[in-house]
């Protein structure tokens, strides 16, 4: 965590392996991913901004391997958010934890988290009463390396600059412990949550397929 004229940012942890840490090259690849998207509703034009026939997603469900792998699928779910940035407020933000092993949830400490395309500010406010009712903790630690959140900047940068985010590590949590961090932040005007996938890296490909399938189902459902 580092200090900059009084806030408290947490700096990139990935940036250079998951994704390109040049500006331009990362600003390219992730209109690239937007380029390669598939399965969307055609990008709106900009009388389409505000219409209501185009509601706004309560919920989107993105991967987060590397941007060169998982970047077009991540884009596919981010077009649905096109024609709401205005209207976006706020990204909860929810991903698995990778490096540190704990029970609950883990909130950040931080005002802002640095990227290569800008920095992203911290809904203190929201975080802060997650922690206050007892939803999450704060741990920093948590939060230090993990790229499940991370690699989601990119395209809040690109499709949602104006938006605050409230990011929270996932650990060994029960889903009804995520429930109640849900239901303290579903009803908030223009929230949109966030949850970065993890899914299986070890099966046969036929075999993840169907297993992806069968999950995906069960979402749906």
Same mark, same amino acid.
């Given at each position: 965590? @580092? +200090?900059?004229?009084? /806030? /408290? ?5 990935? &940036? ?15 209109? $690239?991913?937007?380029?390669?998207? =598939? ?12 219409d209501?026939?185009?509601p ?19 884009? $596919?779910?981010?077009?649905r958010?096109?024609?709401? =940035? *205005? ?22 400490? %931080?005002?802002?988290?640095? $990227?290569?395309l800008?920095? *992203?500010?911290?809904? =203190? ?6 922690v206050?009712a ?6 920093? %630690? ?14 809040? /940068?690109?499709?949602?600059?104006d938006?605050?985010? +409230? ?5 060994? %949590?029960? &889903?009804?412990?995520? %429930? ?10 223009? =929230?949109?949550?966030?949850i970065? $996938?993890?899914? @299986? ?15 995906a ?5």
């Amino acid at each position: 965590m @580092s +200090a900059t004229e009084g /806030r /408290r940012v947490r700096p990139a942890a990935v &940036a250079g392996t998951f994704y390109p840490s040049d500006p331009a090259e990362l600003r390219q690849l992730v209109r $690239s991913c937007f380029e390669a998207a =598939t399965d969307t509703p055609p990008p709106p034009t900009p009388d389409r901004y505000h219409d209501p026939t185009w509601p706004l997603p309560r919920a989107l469900v993105v991967p987060h391997a590397g941007l060169i792998y998982s970047g077009p699928v991540a884009a $596919s779910a981010y077009q649905r958010l096109l024609p709401h =940035t *205005v209207a976006i407020r706020r990204v909860v933000l929810l991903g698995p934890s990778h490096r540190v092993a704990f029970r609950g949830v883990a909130a950040t400490t %931080a005002d802002a988290w640095a $990227s290569p395309l800008g920095p *992203v500010a911290i809904d =203190t406010d929201v975080v802060q009463r997650v922690v206050g009712a007892g939803a999450a903790f704060f741990s920093d %630690a948590a939060h230090a390396e993990e790229h499940s959140l991370e690699v989601q900047l990119p395209f809040l /940068r690109e499709v949602v600059p104006d938006a605050l985010l +409230a990011p929270f590590v996932v650990g060994d %949590a029960s &889903a009804a412990q995520v %429930a109640v961090l849900l239901d303290l932040v579903w009803d908030q005007p223009g =929230t949109v949550v966030i949850i970065s $996938s993890d899914l @299986s890296h070890y099966h046969r490909y036929d075999d993840a397929v169907r297993l992806d399938r069968h999950t995906a189902g069960e979402i749906l459902a």
